[in-house]
């Protein structure tokens, strides 16, 4: 890690220092001398194709290296994510976990509002349904008295009437003041629904940042494992060597290696690891 921000600094270093000398290297490259044919066209001199060929040069240069820095930083990058792999992993679980608890509490509150909301609205409308039917009954009665001519019962039906009106009256008060609080219970249920939107939302990015980091560790894990067969297979083809063998073990090698920088391993960086392993290194080992 220390060698590629060395390196990225040195790039910087190198780049500012390029921009800060390409205005100098032109001037001098237009202000060497010019040779002349005889039919009078410029052929240009020695010092003026150097000077242009060292602005070239450093031109170049300043073009490659932004792309080296990012190839850089992107090592960078990566080796520090597969750094902190294990605590992203123990953090983002924790995540998931508080989620889940803070979901469940969330959802059994959301319940118990819905279910006191259902028992409001359903007392309210059986209130007002309680208060029409007397209303209507006392109507009737009033009627079949009329219809007899049952004048003290028209007075006894009359006062049911008044009576019914005002249940009716207070009945849609009390629903009109249920309503307010049955407004303030939904509003509740949608915060509510929106913290549990947001629980659920962390709890994905948790569970991606987890995921994240266990391929991190497996790819490494993986590149490990990769150059632990390569030096196996470095072993086999040292020893098909030196018993004079021609063959061509290994020949279709290809193994994918993880992380921004690295290529595959095939059968020459098996070979090359093959040289310098002795006949006495094989048989003793």
Not at 38 to 62: Q, V
Not at 114 to 142: H, T
Not at 170 to 175: K, L, R, Y
């Amino acid at each position: 890690m220390k060698e590629l921000k060395k390196q990225r600094d040195e790039l910087i270093a190198e780049r500012d220092s390029l921009e800060e000398s390409i205005p100098g290297l032109r001037a001098a490259w237009e202000a060497t001398p010019s040779n002349w044919d005889r039919h009078g066209n410029c052929i240009g001199s020695p010092e003026s194709t150097a000077a242009m060929n060292k602005l070239s040069d450093a031109e170049g240069r300043l073009r490659s290296i932004p792309s080296a820095i990012e190839r850089i930083e992107r090592e960078i990058s990566y080796q520090e994510s597969l750094a902190n792999a294990k605590q992203a992993k123990t953090k983002a679980r924790q995540v998931m976990s508080d989620s889940v608890n803070t979901i469940t509490s969330l959802e059994s509150t959301r319940t118990l509002i819905l279910e006191r909301l259902q028992a409001i609205q359903k007392e309210s409308n059986l209130a007002i349904e309680r208060a029409q039917q007397a209303e209507i009954e006392a109507a009737n009665l009033y009627a079949r008295n009329v219809a007899t001519g049952n004048s003290e019962g028209e007075k006894v039906a009359s006062t049911a009437m008044e009576r019914a009106s005002s249940l009716l009256i207070e009945a849609d008060e009390h629903a009109r003041r249920q309503e307010l609080i049955v407004a303030a219970l939904q509003a509740e249920t949608e915060a509510l629904d929106a913290q549990i939107s947001k629980a659920k939302h962390e709890s994905s990015q948790a569970q991606d940042s987890a995921l994240r980091a266990a391929a991190l560790a497996l790819g490494d894990e993986w590149n490990r494992l990769a150059k632990q067969l390569a030096a196996v297979g470095s072993r086999i083809l040292a020893a098909d060597h030196h018993r004079g063998s021609g063959g061509m073990m290994l020949s279709g090698l290809s193994i994918p290696l993880f992380g921004p920088s690295a290529r595959e391993l095939d059968r020459d960086d098996v070979l090359e690891g093959a040289k310098g392993i002795t006949p006495i290194d094989l048989i003793e080992a």
